[in-house]
C-alpha cells in the first residue's frame, strides 16, 4: 500500500465536510443537517432503497421508490401486499428475483420480527435476499454501524484514491481493504452515503472533476494522472445470443392472452407472453392453433449473462378459448403494459406502434 500522505482520519474528515454541503438529496435520504439534528432514518425506506439500487441508478429508482412507498409505507402493508401487485409494480425495474425476495423478507420482518428490522450486518445477512452489499448498507445507513459499504462507485474512487491498477473483479477485496481502513466510527452511516456520493457526482467514471474533490490532495492517481484509467477490469466474455417466440393473442374486444412465468427462473412471477423456449434454435410453442402472423420486426432485449431476440406472433383469441394453468386472459380495460416486465413490453409496443401506424394510414 503506498502512502497517502494523510492520515486516514483527515481523509474521513475532509469527505465528510464535504457531504455536509454536497450531499445529494434523495426521497429515502436524512440530510447530514436533520441526521446531525437527530433525525433516524427509517430502516424499511433504507432497505427497500437499497434492494432498488441494486444494477441501476438513483435517477432510474426514485419514481418506483416513491410508488412504493405511496402504496406501502411500512414493511407490514409491503408484507400483506398481493404478490402480483408488488410484481406489476416492480415492471421495468428488471432483475425480478429481487421482487420475489423484496417480498419474503418483508414477510420475515412483519411476521417473526414484528416488524422492526435486525440492526446489525450479521442479523441482516439473515434476511431473504440481503447479500453482504445489501446487509452492509442498510446496516450503515439505517443504523449507523460501523461497516464497509462497496459498491462501484466506492470501488471506482477507491482505486483512484489509492492509484490500485490491479483488475477488478480480483482485486476487490483489497479496494475493500482500502475503503474499510477509511471507515470512521463517528457518522459511519453519514460517510458511507458521501464515498458512494463523491463516486457519483465527482469521481465519475469518464471526467473525474478532480479541482474540486475534497481528496485532490492525497488521491495518488490524481497526481500520477491515472485517474481516468482507474479501475481497471478483467475484460468480460462476450455474451451470447439466444432466440425466442412469443405470441399477442387478442381478443376481437381487446382481451389478451397473457401467461404467468414460473417463480423459480427468469422473469420469474412475472407476466408474459405465451412462447417458445430461449436458445439457439427455439421450437414454436403457439399456445392455440391458428394462422399466426409474423409482425416482421424482432424485439431485443440483453440480460445480465445473454442478448435475446424475439419472433413476434399475432393472432385472434378464439371466443371459445379457456385459459390453462398459468394462463390468464386479461380484459381489455386491466391490462396495463407497464406491469409487464421490460422485453414483454417491447413485444407490445411492436404490435401498438405497427397498429397506430396502419390506424394512421387508414384515416
Ligand atoms: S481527486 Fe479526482 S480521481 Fe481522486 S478521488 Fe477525487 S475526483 Fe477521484
Known amino acids: ?36 439534528a437527530g433525525v433516524v432514518p427509517d430502516p424499511y425506506r433504507i432497505w427497500l432503497s437499497e434492494v432498488m439500487l441494486q ?25 400483506a401486499a398481493e404478490d402480483a401487485d408488488v410484481m406489476g409494480e416492480w415492471a421495468g425495474l428488471g432483475y425480478y428475483a429481487r421482487a420475489r425476495n423484496l417480498l419474503k423478507c418483508a414477510r420475515v420482518v412483519a ?12 442479523a441482516l445477512l439473515k434476511l431473504p435476499g440481503i447479500g453482504p452489499y445489501t446487509a452492509a448498507a442498510v446496516a450503515s445507513i439505517a443504523f449507523d454501524r460501523v461497516e464497509t459499504v462497496l459498491d462501484g462507485n466506492v470501488e471506482r ?26 471507515t470512521p466510527t463517528q457518522r459511519p452511516g453519514d460517510y458511507a452515503q458521501a464515498v458512494m456520493d463523491l463516486g457519483a457526482t465527482l469521481c465519475t467514471p469518464k471526467n ?11 488521491c495518488l492517481a490524481r497526481v500520477a494522472g491515472t485517474a481516468t484509467e482507474l479501475p481497471k477490469k478483467t475484460p468480460k466474455q462476450p455474451k451470447p445470443t439466444r432466440l425466442g417466440i ?21 422473469l420469474g412471477g412475472m407476466l408474459g407472453w405465451p412462447g417458445s423456449d430461449w436458445n439457439e434454435a427455439p421450437s414454436p410453442k403457439a399456445p392455440f392453433e391458428a394462422d399466426w402472423q409474423d409482425l416482421g420486426a424482432e424485439v431485443r432485449h440483453t440480460f445480465t449473462h445473454f442478448h435475446l431476440i ?54
Open 1 to 36: 500500500m503506498r502512502d497517502l500522505n494523510s492520515d486516514d482520519a483527515d481523509l474521513n474528515q475532509q469527505l465528510l465536510a464535504w457531504y455536509d454541503h454536497n450531499a445529494r438529496a434523495m426521497p429515502w435520504r436524512v440530510s447530514p443537517a436533520d441526521r446531525a
Open 55 to 79: 444494477q441501476t441508478t438513483v435517477a432510474a429508482v426514485t419514481d418506483y421508490f416513491q410508488r412504493f412507498t405511496r402504496r406501502w409505507p411500512t414493511v407490514a402493508d409491503l408484507a
Open 111 to 122: 411476521n417473526d420480527l414484528e416488524g422492526v428490522f435486525p440492526d446489525s450486518y450479521e
Open 157 to 182: 474512487v477507491m482505486a483512484r484514491l489509492h492509484d490500485v491498477h490491479a483488475p477488478l473483479p480480483g482485486v476487490k477485496s483489497e479496494l475493500k481493504a482500502h475503503a474499510a481502513a477509511l
Open 208 to 218: 473525474p472533476a478532480c479541482g474540486i474533490c475534497p481528496w485532490r490532495a492525497p
Open 246 to 266: 412469443v405470441y399477442l393473442a387478442r381478443s376481437a374486444s381487446g382481451d389478451w392472452l397473457l401467461e404467468r412465468r414460473p417463480d423459480k427462473g427468469l
Open 310 to 363: 424475439l419472433r413476434v406472433m399475432l393472432a385472434e383469441l378464439p371466443p371459445e378459448f379457456t385459459a390453462q394453468e398459468g394462463q390468464e386472459i386479461l380484459p381489455r380495460h386491466d391490462f396495463r403494459p407497464t406491469d409487464l416486465p421490460t422485453v414483454m413490453r417491447k413485444a407490445f409496443d411492436l404490435w401498438k406502434g405497427q397498429t397506430d401506424l396502419l390506424t394512421t394510414s387508414q384515416q
